[in-house]
């Protein structure tokens, strides 16, 4: 089957760097995508890994490892607007083209 | 602009009365999608297609459904909506199937009473 875990909630001081974790479970797996959702807004694309490694894109970097089902969303000095959920999604080719998202991290940014 | 849109944003329905619900992209994509979201659970696929006349079921397809007979339009229609169909719905769209970003509308708020 699929399942996609992540932590509901987190919480990090402003300017500080906070690890989000994602672990995975799919049969036909062809990549890993991590969104940003503000509150009462639509997802916005934040990386994407398909090869083992670090992506890395500005204060946001992205990890995957195939291997362990495992990756993680990496943010660098914290500001207050990333305050918002983080969807941890992987694309899944058996049987079709599907997007399986996980529940999201909602990340609250403290001064 | 490139953008996805969606009408209407907000709705307020009966049990049972039919209703659908837009989904527009000006970015020539081929690919379509349409998902809900609840708290707790995320987003979840309810269809998908990868060009005109293509479409498949995601996850919880029951209830719903689709049509693409025009590569910008994608509506999603609930034939007899349901309580439990009340929901924060996202349409989405991409350049094609492996595309990695996918560009989502605004949403559509719907509660079915």
């Known amino acids: 089957g699929q399942n996609i875990d992540q932590p509901t909630e987190m919480t990090a001081t402003e300017g500080a760097i906070v690890q989000i974790n994602c672990t995975y479970q799919t049969s036909g797996f062809n990549g890993l995508f991590w969104y940003q959702q503000h509150a009462g807004e639509a997802p916005t694309f934040l990386s994407y890994?398909?090869?083992?490694g670090l992506e890395e894109k500005g204060r946001f970097s992205s990890f995957l490892s195939r291997s362990k089902g495992y990756s993680y969303l990496l943010l660098k000095e914290l500001q207050m607007k990333d305050s918002a959920s983080y969807l941890c999604a992987v694309r899944d080719d058996t049987g079709g083209f599907k997007t399986i998202f996980g529940a999201g991290t909602r990340l609250f940014v403290k001064a | 602009e490139a953008q996805v849109t969606q009408n209407p944003r907000y709705l307020i329905t009966v049990t049972g009365k039919k209703l659908t619900v837009t989904c527009s992209q000006n970015m020539n994509h081929e690919y379509m999608s349409w998902y809900r979201q609840d708290p707790g659970l995320g987003l979840r696929q309810i269809y998908y297609?990868?060009?005109?006349?293509?479409?498949d079921k995601g996850d919880v397809p029951e209830g719903y459904k689709v049509s693409r007979k025009e590569k910008r339009n994608f509506p999603l229609i609930l034939e007899s909506p349901s309580p439990n169909q009340t929901s924060l719905y996202f349409c989405a769209s991409s350049p094609s199937r492996v595309s990695y970003e996918q560009y989502f509308g605004p949403g559509t708020r719907l509660t079915v009473t």
């Open positions: 890994n398909v090869l083992d």
């Open positions: 297609s990868m060009n005109v006349e293509v479409t």
